[in-house]
């Protein structure tokens, strides 16, 4: 008992020796989620600030005689002439393993009703991205169990591929995917005791979404067992713009911690769109000259400062980025969606006439580009799908000329069938990632005309037929495939040999 | 009503007038004052306010509110001005202000900086 009162009389013996000094103001003006304070003579550019009742805020305009801050929080509490102080700090995040499988708000805080997050670290939300030297180039894949994707724009460890589209053309969904099938490849990493197994772990940033998408986004995940790897940052449409701005930042950072730490993640901005417009809002809150559509000059450096923020490092571990833009009636041409293409190692563009006419994923090869991704790409993959992109490109150059004249010739019209026949093979539900190795040896099919005497219309129904064929009845040389990573000459007797197997089975 | 530039920029002319030596003149204070009387801006209310606030916070800057739970003799002020005094490289003068809610220990306000040594503040400060 008497260490007890020892230690409170410690405690306030420290206590009483002690002068704090703090910096503080008054509140001028609250209003949509911005204070204008007096004083702060010495707060810093993007400085953590303590408002009344717990709430803090962001110092984000220093003017000559006053200070806008943003406040992270409920601001309802906040009156004119409340005491601000500073606190010396930028804004910082909790990271580290004990967030996966748990849904946070834009400071970290947990808000799925599982008790405190088990973190000890903290990183700042903003941080400078790490420079040229420290860099690597991408050179290790990101599957993500979407054929259409990892064999004509394959994506790197460290890479910033954009993914850009209208509204409901599915978007989130080839990210929910890409998650469900790291989660897939981790679970088989981590049982197969492999010590050069590189796990992917995920961040989902839901920005200025509805809850109910959010919901829908997390129960996929957890059916598909995924939570496991992924952390979620949620700024919902309902939160103040403050935190939907600060969301993307605090997801890097989580991110961050895994790169700096030798580990691989993968963090998905769901949508950058709407941080733009958050961050509209809370500039011409702080009365900052707009531009173009009313967006602050320092828009682009606003993703760019966040994107750049994505890398692979030398020695260390690696950070991509599937940023997600929605656009409108297809204008790619618009201010937002050219300043990220720009930002980004290459776009995955997706096309509201294909998604109609039942395209799935919607993807256009045409418009969509992976440009560092191809030297992470998987030399299986390289080779049965290196002139997929190409086919594909004339088959639509042909369709729409052969939209005009009835008399083609035998060239052009195999051309033709070709192209519909690998455009139904790409088809692919939703939720429904394919593992690399059986999506080589259905394209190694493609390649070796098992599919060219079977109806255009029955391809899908085939190319399914055969995925269960290959899991169910020939794994080992799925296994001997995913661990050669290339088509060797006795490989290809093999699948020759089985999808003969396959052919005869499935004909009759 | 928002303050216009020209006022913004007329209130700060009119505070660095009012300073001499470093410090607020009264004197030209009452200048100031008398001379706006005779010629009124375009928005003397806002000009006003916005002197009002700018003189307000640099007589802040030179003086120590020096807020108290229990008795403050006058060598512990004349300790407090002349440390700040030496800290801020200007003169300071401290002022006393009995305020029973500290409990116990001293708060000391010069301009923004504050300086927490008082038991309620520690309190707060371990409960958030």
């Known amino acids: 008992m008497s260490t007890v009162i020892e230690q409170i009389e410690k405690q306030i013996s420290q206590l009483s020796s002690r002068a704090v000094k703090k910096n503080t103001g008054t509140i001028r003006s609250v209003a949509d989620g911005v204070a204008r304070v007096d004083g702060l003579s010495e707060v810093m550019y993007n400085e953590m600030v303590q408002f009344p009742g717990n709430a803090i805020g962001i110092a984000l305009n220093l003017e000559e005689d006053e200070v806008g801050c943003v406040v992270l929080g409920d601001v309802s509490a906040l009156r004119e002439g409340d005491e601000v102080s500073t606190t010396g700090r930028l804004l910082s995040v909790p990271v580290g393993k004990g967030l996966l499988g748990r849904v946070v708000d834009a400071l970290g805080r947990p808000v799925d009703g599982k008790g405190p997050i088990d973190s000890t670290e903290t990183y700042p939300v903003e941080k400078i991205a790490p420079g040229i030297i420290v860099r690597k180039s991408v050179s290790q894949p990101v ?43 981790n679970r088989q990493g981590f049982a197969s005791k492999d010590p050069g197994f590189r796990p992917l772990y995920t961040i989902y940033v839901a920005v200025g979404q509805k809850n109910s998408n959010i919901a829908r986004t997390i129960a996929s995940l957890e059916a598909a067992g995924a939570m496991e790897y992924t952390i979620i940052v949620a700024a919902p449409a309902a939160d103040n713009p403050a935190n939907q701005y600060i969301a993307p930042y605090s997801g890097a950072a989580m991110g961050e911690w895994f790169m700096e730490n030798g580990m691989d993640a993968l963090i998905v ?18 009365k900052r000259p707009s531009g173009r559509e009313a967006y602050p000059g320092d828009v682009f450096y606003l993703h760019s400062r966040l994107l750049e923020r994505s890398a692979r490092l030398a020695g260390k571990g690696s950070l991509t980025a ?46 969509s580009v992976s440009r560092v991704g191809s030297s992470a790409q998987l030399k299986m993959t390289k080779q049965v799908a290196g002139k997929l992109k190409g086919e594909l490109a004339q088959f639509r150059e042909l369709a729409a000329f052969a939209q005009f004249g009835s008399d083609l010739d035998a060239r052009t019209k195999a051309q033709l069938d070709r192209g519909s026949r690998i455009v139904e093979l790409f088809k692919q539900p939703a939720f429904n990632p394919i593992p690399v190795e059986v ?29 269960e064929f290959l899991t169910a009845r020939k794994t080992s040389l799925l296994d001997t495939l995913r661990q ?15 999808l003969d197997e396959w052919k005869s089975s499935y004909s009759a | 009503m928002r303050a216009s530039k020209q006022s913004q920029h007329l ?7 009012s300073i001499e030596d470093g410090r607020v003149s009264a004197d030209r204070v009452a200048g100031v004052l008398a001379y706006l009387e005779k010629n009124p801006p375009r928005q003397p209310l806002v000009v006003l306010r916005l002197y009002h606030r700018l003189v307000g916070a640099e007589i802040a800057r030179s003086q120590a509110l020096v807020s108290h739970a229990g008795p403050v003799s006058a060598d512990i002020l004349r300790g407090i001005e002349a ?9 300071i003068s401290a002022v006393p202000r009995p305020d029973s809610s500290l409990i116990a220990g001293l708060r000391v306000r010069i301009g923004d900086d504050l300086y927490e040594a008082s038991i309620a503040g520690q309190l707060a400060s371990l409960s958030s």
């Open chain 1, 143 to 185: 599957l993500t169990g979407i054929m259409a994707i990892d064999s004509m724009i394959p994506i790197g460890r460290g890479q910033r591929e954009l993914i850009i589209g209208d509204r409901g053309t599915g978007k989130t969904t080839i990210a929910i995917d890409t998650i469900i099938n790291q989660a897939r490849i």
């Open chain 2, 83 to 91: 440390a700040f005094s030496r800290k801020y490289s200007r003169p």
């Open chain 1, 269 to 286: 901005y769901d949508d950058l769109s709407k941080h733009a417009v958050a961050y509209r809002q809370i500039s011409l809150i702080l």
């Open chain 1, 322 to 367: 599937l940023p997600i833009i929605e656009t409108l009636a297809g204008d790619v041409s618009a201010y937002i969606p050219t300043n990220v293409i720009s930002i980004t190692d290459g776009q995955i563009y997706l096309e509201t006439d294909l998604f109609n006419q039942g395209v799935r994923p919607a993807v256009s090869v045409g418009l």
């Open chain 1, 439 to 467: 999506q080589a040896a259905v394209l190694w099919g493609m390649q070796n005309n098992y599919f060219d005497s079977i109806d255009v219309k029955r391809i899908v129904e085939a190319a399914n037929n055969l995925k």
């Open chain 2, 11 to 17: 209130a700060r002319q009119l505070f660095r007038l």
């Open chain 1, 484 to 498: 050669k990573a290339a088509f060797d000459e006795s490989l290809n007797a093999e699948f020759k040999k089985a």
